[in-house]
């Protein structure tokens, strides 16, 4: 695809931290959250990223905003290198990329009524006038499914679905162009989940957003993505069109991610493949493939050479010496 087509793209992205062996220790450890990761998102679409908790799908989220500076690699927003633009020109484009955190209290400042909670992206990029944030900030409770008067309320006065649909709001303000979705349902109840949901792909609709979807829920991000991309330990193991990866998983760590998903019919029974062992540290991956200590289909290959990133077909990509 012509690369004037993505809005969000990644080239060989790495995002290592140093840690400390202790507190009584002066050695220092490298941490590989994300380890030379490259994908594109195109235009309009939602992308979903799922996997094990700590295989680093929200430290890419985070790295993609340039929230943490990558430690090597390029990402590249609307055909600009973000590493090439200036301070004023970053501040500019940071109005076209933001995010929805997970925990919406937590992301949200409590001592600010939601209506300074959502004036202050306008006052500080300078978009509008004190008053026409005002009627901003009516126009943008309203598109959530809030009220008016909830703008003098403050965010411990609001169930945890409310406070979410003011966190999504809050991302709205500056009327970006792409948005990450850090499992922005995964801290609410069930009945509340399809609403938020709903009304994610509403927005999406109206505003011609491009969504990251981040989720360890697979069923949640098949009903939203149009992609699907499959994390573990850092990489990205397998990245499919969502009908194709859901008929046709070519990685065994997909394949038992898949199978643990649940039946939606009663009585009917699915096998499940049960991995052995815990997810390997990102401090010292294994050598090779980085799943074959768990992988029932394990070669001498797997143990030794890491796998390449290709297309196998229907624009369909895995990293495993099966395919």
Do not use: W
Not at 88 to 101: D, G, L, N, S
Not at 154 to 181: D, K, M, W
Not at 230 to 258: S, W
């Amino acid at each position: 695809m012509n690369n004037a087509a993505n809005t969000m793209e990644v080239k060989n992205l790495c995002q290592y931290f140093t840690i400390s062996d202790g507190i009584m220790s002066d050695s220092k450890a490298i941490l590989k959250a994300v380890d030379d990761v490259s994908l594109s998102i195109r235009k309009g679409e939602t992308f979903g990223l799922v996997g094990e908790s700590g295989c680093g799908k929200t430290t890419l989220g985070k790295t993609m905003l340039h929230l943490i500076k990558p430690t090597s690699g390029k990402v590249i927003f609307e055909g600009k290198d973000l590493d090439d633009l200036s301070r004023q020109e970053m501040r500019r484009v940071r109005t076209r990329m933001q995010i929805v955190f997970q925990d919406p209290y937590g992301s949200l400042n409590v001592r600010m009524s939601v209506g300074a909670i959502l004036q202050e992206p306008l006052l500080y990029h300078n978009l509008c006038t004190k008053k026409e944030s005002e009627d901003r900030v009516k126009e943008l409770l309203k598109m959530v499914g809030l009220r008016p008067f909830h703008a003098h309320r403050y965010p411990h006065e609001f169930s945890g679905g409310q406070r979410q649909r003011i966190a999504i709001a809050r991302a709205l303000t500056v009327n970006p162009g792409f948005v990450v979705c850090d499992e922005p349902v995964s801290a609410l109840d069930m009945s509340v989940q399809s609403q938020v949901l709903n009304l994610l792909s509403d927005l999406k609709r109206d505003l011609e957003l491009t969504y990251l979807f981040i989720s360890h829920d697979l069923s949640v991000v098949r009903h939203v993505s149009d992609r699907i991309g499959v994390m573990y330990l850092g990489k990205i193991v397998e990245l499919a069109d969502e009908r194709e990866l859901y008929y046709n998983q070519l990685h065994p760590y997909t394949r038992a991610l898949f199978s643990a998903m649940p039946v939606p019919k009663p009585g009917r029974k699915k096998q499940r493949t049960i991995l052995p062992g815990d997810l390997p540290s990102p401090i010292s991956p294994p050598k090779g493939c980085r799943f074959h200590g768990r992988c029932s289909y394990c070669m001498d290959v797997c143990k030794k050479v890491q796998p390449q990133f290709k297309d196998v077909g229907n624009d369909h990509f895995v990293a495993c010496h099966l395919h």
